[in-house]
């Protein structure tokens, strides 16, 4: 009788944030590397595409039973984050993929192209998320971005249109990729940054980076391997 998968693969962007993970750990990209008991991790490279190819790359369906998309994350005006504020994304929504008309955004699902089951958002796994939140973090939508809000129209934008707390590259693309697959996902972020007009922008990447440790030792926790539903 085959073995039920049991082991979580986290998928980390870049590898600033990687080394910030895992100091002593040698990364190849598009590779799942062993570290832990119950955990891989894929160093994907930025964006939506090298996110979800990658994740997909080091997929292995006898073993992995969940993704974990994991990183750092602008925050979004009116959005409750303070820099060094860890969210657990209840949705992670493509952003910033449709059509901009004189009347308004309309999203890849209003134009009947939707490309996550019905919609162009991929819920986090709500036992996950649950977790998170018994263990300080913050919920809320993350939007998934191509171009990040650099202006305050933009930024006010994304808020409008999706009630997004913070935003990033690859959260939802990672979730589309488990959607296809099977598997629950969840999206963590730390806030490094806030977004709207660039040159008004607050950044404490260094102190996200640093955060980062104590989310993955919570990541190894979740309620998914060996004894995990």
Known sequence: MPNTPNTLLIAVPSDIEWRALWPEM????WKAQKIGKYCDAVLTGIGKANAAAGTVAAFDPARHC????????????????????????????LAD????????????AAMGFA????????????????????????VGVVATVSTCSGTDARANAIVRQFSARAEAMEGAAVG??????????????????TTGDRDRQVWQMQAALDRLGSVAQLVFDLPCAHDRT
Do not use: M
């Open 26 to 29: 040698p990364f190849v990209l």
């Open 176 to 193: 589309l990729a488990a959607f296809r697959l099977g598997v629950p996902f969840v999206e963590v972020r730390v806030v490094s940054n």
């Open 115 to 138: 490309q996550i089951g019905e919609s162009d958002t991929a819920d986090g796994h709500r036992t996950w998320v649950e977790f998170l939140a018994e263990r300080g973090c913050s």
């Open 97 to 108: 993929e449709g059509i901009d008309t004189p009347t308004g955004y309309q999203t890849c």
């Open 66 to 93: 969940g993704f974990i998309s994991i990183g750092i994350a602008g925050s979004l005006p009116t959005s409750g984050l303070a820099l060094g504020d860890v969210i657990a994304a209840s949705a992670s929504v």
